[in-house]
């Protein structure tokens, strides 16, 4: 198992929700990883990517494959950026000098679950969370990385924690970056519908491996005056006894 | 000034999207379609495999279409039909009605077709006072609602039985009790019957034209494609040129992958072979036979390496169904003849980016659609091509422009960056606490409009990193 880790906190994770990059900081360290968090980084460019601004997402992705360049491991808390790095470095960057380097880094970039499960070995981190739960499988995470159970197998393993099943698990809860400000009406009828299978769950909340889709369903939950409750799968692996 | 399309769009989604009714229709068709495609999918040893190879046959196909349409058209001619090759719509459209003028034609039957959908054959075959019957049961059902299809394979998906029922007592004269589906049926077939006997013209698309034997493939359900194909004295079948398989065996694979992907069926109930007009000796079939390839912006598309592949559809409508944003904002709110994923994917190409470019922002780009697709384009990653080219070929507004380049030169300078976002945090804490958030003067309005608003901590990560969590 790799022992130093080197953490990738996605700029709007650092920014509104720094409690999921301590989570996360949290979770590795428990497994016994010396964590890094190179202090000069910022985004990985996938703002500027989706909405079709290549030229600009370019300097910002080749800063971060010099930021994080020498590093042996790079642990994401999401999987959209995880793969922005993995899936579509190579491509934004296919005539950079930094291309190979780039290549390099994306197969040394992992997901959290995908980190703890596939790489680190680990499933059981001694997490209680005693509440019931219902997963959201993110897009990117779920059809870019092909990550179906890793984060599913953490939540098994968590003791007290009741896993609910939740229906059309694998449709966007319509997120999407600049489309979730772009097309505001559409973006929230996804997520009202996601919202719809949440509740009828009747779990006390709902996670995801992406604070992006929380964030948006979140929003959502709020706004309608739904019960459920957002938190992300650092945060209920991070939670020890009492 | 009038309305832009992308205006439209936004328009027509937002009212789509609040309709609730609409919802519960689209739901339900699709969660059929989505049950009869998982069984559909089970029934192939290797789904997966089945794809793969449907998609190295359309490679081969689609980079060697000069080779294939050759051998199509000459094989067609051996038989006595006649093969047109027609750049743009209106040339389609022109030698289907010069063939209409020259026969004599009053009344037209059609099956089934997107291609003329496109290129918009109906309306200009009415200017001639010919009567056009759609023969499909949904084109049927739209037609007589002045409606463009709904959806590529369902086209009146969007009308539950009672406005079905309605609108044949309106336009039919005729009222089913108790909106009984099969009498609804039946009404229809007896009005179309009519139609098949009096009609000179039959018009076809075709799912598949096969090189090696010179023929059209159709798949139907209802029947009415045979009898279109075969009743009429004249045969016209429309087509994309993309639609070319090298070898008739290349259909044991194509269809069973376009049933299943299309409806969940292992087969559908007809699958026809057409090779020409009636021969010496043969008792059916047309005296004439036309087949009108296609082009209609294909070849500028079969240009772009990047995105030839878009050219492998077949017209399944699988990524429509699996979209969620075509199950919010539905069909017609597209505005284009080919919706969804594969519309919003294809669309620019054939009717221009700067009118059509919306589309591929309209998208979370969540890849269902990539992972459904029969013939494996990736979809939504050609959603990404047309948003880079669209901002490369300066499309996008100056706004965001700026917005980006400001962005960009945050983004490259952490000090910059951590200063920004730590004054706007406070800022926008200040304006929330005032009750202002998504109001007129919340910078994150877009947002908090439609959202209760972000959380707004004290502290960033990298500040709690620095002050001890580093450990």
């Given amino acids: ?242 | 000034m009038s309305e832009t399309s992308a205006q439209e769009f936004l328009r027509k989604a937002a009212v789509k999207s609040a309709d609730l009714v609409h919802r519960d229709i689209i739901r339900q068709g699709i969660e059929s379609y989505d049950a009869a495609h998982l069984r559909g999918r089970l029934r192939f040893r290797d789904w997966d495999a089945a794809r793969q190879k449907c998609r190295e046959i359309k490679q081969e196909a689609i980079n060697h279409l000069d080779k294939y349409l050759l051998q199509f058209e000459e094989k067609v001619r051996a038989r006595g039909g006649h093969v047109f090759w027609a750049a743009n719509a209106q040339e389609a459209c022109q030698y289907v009605t010069d063939i209409a003028r020259r026969l004599g034609v009053r009344t037209v039957v059609k099956s089934k077709s997107m291609v003329t959908e496109e290129i918009h054959l109906s309306p200009a075959l009415e200017k001639l006072d010919i009567k056009v019957w759609e023969t499909d049961l949904g084109e049927f059902i739209v037609q007589l609602r002045n409606e463009p299809p709904y959806h590529i394979v369902t086209p009146a998906m969007h009308l539950n039985r009672a406005q079905i029922a309605d609108l044949f007592h309106e336009k039919l004269g005729e009222r089913i009790p108790g909106n009984d589906p099969t009498k609804l049926v039946a009404l229809a077939r007896r009005r179309l019957r009519q139609s098949f006997f009096s009609a000179e013209m039959g018009i076809s698309g075709a799912n598949f034209i096969v090189a090696d034997s010179g023929v059209i493939a159709i798949s139907t359900n209802e029947g009415n494609g045979r009898l279109c194909t075969s009743v009429p004295r004249i045969h016209v079948v429309v087509t994309g040129i993309e639609k070319v398989l090298p070898r008739l065996e290349d259909l044991a694979v194509f269809w069973p992958v376009l049933a299943t992907s299309g409806t969940g069926q292992a087969i559908t109930t007809y699958s026809t072979l057409i090779g020409g007009p009636r021969q010496a000796g043969e008792a059916d079939g047309p005296d004439e036979f036309h087949v009108v390839l296609v082009d209609n912006g294909r070849s500028r598309l079969l240009a772009d390496a990047e995105q030839r592949e878009v050219l492998h559809c077949i017209r399944c409508g699988a990524c429509l169904n699996t979209c969620p944003v075509y199950r919010s904002v539905g069909g017609h709110t597209y505005g284009t003849t080919y919706q969804g994923p594969i519309g919003s994917v294809l669309t620019p190409h054939l009717a221009g980016l700067r009118q059509y470019q919306h589309l591929s922002y309209a998208s979370s780009l969540c890849g269902a659609c990539t992972s459904v697709c029969p013939v494996k384009i990736d979809l939504h990653h050609h959603l990404l091509h047309n948003r880079r080219n669209a901002v490369n070929s300066r499309g996008s507004k100056l706004g965001e422009r700026m917005m980006f380049r400001l962005w960009r030169s945050t983004m490259l300078h952490p000090r910059i960056f951590v200063f920004l976002s730590s004054a706007g945090r406070r800022l926008l804490r200040l304006l929330y606490r005032m009750g202002l958030a998504g109001s007129i003067v919340d910078p994150m309005r877009a947002w908090n409009r439609y959202r209760s608003p972000v959380p707004l901590p004290a502290e960033s990560f990298r500040s709690r990193w620095r002050k001890g969590l580093a450990g």
């Fill in chain 1, 1 to 242: 198992m790799p022992r130093k880790v080197t953490l990738f906190v996605p700029c709007y994770v650092d920014q509104l929700l720094p409690e999921v990059a301590a989570d996360t900081v949290r979770v590795l360290r428990r497994i016994g990883c010396e964590v890094e968090f190179p202090e000069n980084q910022t985004c990985c460019g996938q703002p500027a990517f989706n909405t079709g601004y290549w030229n600009d997402a370019r300097p910002c992705a080749e800063r971060f494959v010099r930021v994080f360049g020498g590093a042996e491991v790079v642990v994401c808390p999401s999987g959209s950026c995880t793969t922005m790095v993995r899936t579509f470095y190579p491509e934004l960057l296919s005539s950079s000098p930094l291309r190979d380097d780039a290549i390099e880094l994306g197969r040394h970039t992992f997901e959290l679950s995908e980190f703890l499960v596939k790489i680190a070995g680990v499933t059981e981190l001694g997490a209680t969370f005693p509440h019931t739960v219902t997963y959201h499988a993110s897009c990117h995470g779920l059809r870019e990385l092909k990550l179906r159970d890793e984060p599913l197998e953490l939540l098994r393993k968590v003791k007290g924690l009741k896993l609910l099943e939740l229906s059309r698990s694998e449709e966007c809860c319509g997120f999407g970056g600049t489309f979730a400000t772009k097309f505001a009406d559409i973006s929230v009828a996804m997520g009202n519908s996601k919202a719809e299978c949440v509740a009828a769950t009747g779990a006390e909340f709902v996670t995801a491996i992406d604070s992006s889709c929380l964030l948006h369903l979140e929003g959502v939950l709020r706004k309608r005056g739904k019960a459920a409750k957002t938190i992300h799968l650092a945060g209920i692996l991070a939670q020890e006894k009492p």
